[in-house]
């Protein structure tokens, strides 16, 4: 026994004189390698700054070719069958190389009924005098909110606008910003709606095109024939008895934080919803290329993306919706905004809200609506071939620009956009390469 714990004693003593022996031969290896992969990641850092390449989407093309996007949207899910093509890319036959950020897949859930929302449920917002960091001063930010000299007038305006039998079609815009930047993309957007439906009536909602040098810029359509009018916006009679007029309250009592996101681009995405909802007809963007009447669609919303892998839409838009007056999906849409509304992230108050809210309406009675695939609104514009530009005309309705990812970008002579453009112009002398 003596022998045997002796034996242990040694052995003990050996393996720790072992390991501390092992730590000593480490200590200049281990700073070896430390030091070596500081110098690697320093060095992928740099050839990450000055060697970006711009990725491209995979290119989707819808299965059948020969099915419209009426005929391929089956209820509030459209279900649609996608093929990848590996054709080399032309660079004469781009559109534009954009890349969206791949979006989350919103799965389908069961919630409970949407209960009747009232004002008391609005969320509690910081309403402190002293302005949170990040947040631009009352001055710039809350200068939108001011009415404009004929705001009192918008009601009476439109109503006797759209009460021209002539009227076949109702279209909105929303222009929040200056005058000087509605360019060639925004007047060309107006052009090609009218190429496809001459018997529109167009209201921009703008206190900066409501003026006289608005009335010139806009003139042209008015002497082809075509009827637009731009128009300042009355918010309380817009937003009057929805939710909207709630949150719109609180925002000029300095009750809700803006947040850091353009507060014209969150207006505007209230302004759609509600004009849609008090008016009924059809809300675009103003970069968008519109290739075919929109005749025959009704409760009209986008997808944007599909998940390849079930065939559901995982992202909906709201740059173009096509809905009657007071829908109620529409007036889920304003409550939504309400109750989640967030300043700080963009899309959270546009097509992710869309997204969230027909996510959880989807199958339940007392909605009707339809989910259009992404070819009729939002066709990719990545890799875009020549054989490709027959699809596009066959499936979709319009081509959004996407204005944060193409601004710069020109459009090349005898590319598919040039092509489209050259389709869809009414007057036909502008620039197509500044679209």
Known sequence: MCEEK??????AEAHS????????????????????????????????????????LADAQVGDSNKSPENAAGGTQAKTKWSSSSAKLSSSSLLYAVKEEQPPVIRKIRLPPLKKLESSDLPVKDSSPNTPRGVPKRGSVFKILRPGNRSRWFSGRVKEFFGDSSC????????????????????????????????????????????????????PFGEKGFR?????????????????EVWFNRLKKRK??????????????????????????I?????FVVLKSFSGLRNVIGAQTMDLATGNWSRLNNAVMIFDEQHPLLLKFIEEFALTFNGNKWGHNGPYLVSRVVSKVSGRTGFNFTVLPPPAFYPPHSKWLAGK???????????????RHS??????????????VSDSCVFCNSSVSAL
């Open 6 to 11: 002796k034996h242990r004693s040694s052995d």
């Open 17 to 56: 004189l072992a390991v501390q022996r092992l730590k000593q031969c480490q200590r200049p290896l281990s700073t070896s390698i430390l030091v070596l992969c500081l110098f690697l990641s320093v060095g992928y850092n740099g050839f990450r700054i000055f060697y970006v390449k711009l990725p491209f």
């Open 168 to 219: 076949k079609f109702r279209f909105f815009m929303t222009w929040i910003s200056s005058l000087e930047s509605f360019g060639e993309r925004e007047f060309f957007t107006v052009e090609s709606m009218f190429k496809s439906h001459p018997n529109a009536c167009l209201v921009i909602v703008s206190n900066s095109l409501d003026s006289s040098g608005g009335t010139q810029l806009l003139n």
């Open 228 to 244: 637009v009018i731009a128009v300042s916006p009355d918010f309380d009679y817009i937003f009057k008895n929805t939710m909207g």
């Open 256 to 281: 809700i934080n803006p947040g850091e996101i353009s507060l014209g681009q969150n207006l505007s995405n209230l302004l759609r919803l509600a004009l849609l909802y008090k008016f009924g007809g």
């Open 283 to 287: 809300y675009m963007d103003t970069d």
């Open 389 to 403: 530009l027959l699809h596009v005309r066959m499936q979709s309705f319009a081509v959004h620009l996407w204005n």
């Open 407 to 420: 601004n710069n970008l020109k459009v090349e002579k005898g590319s598919i956009m040039d092509h489209l």
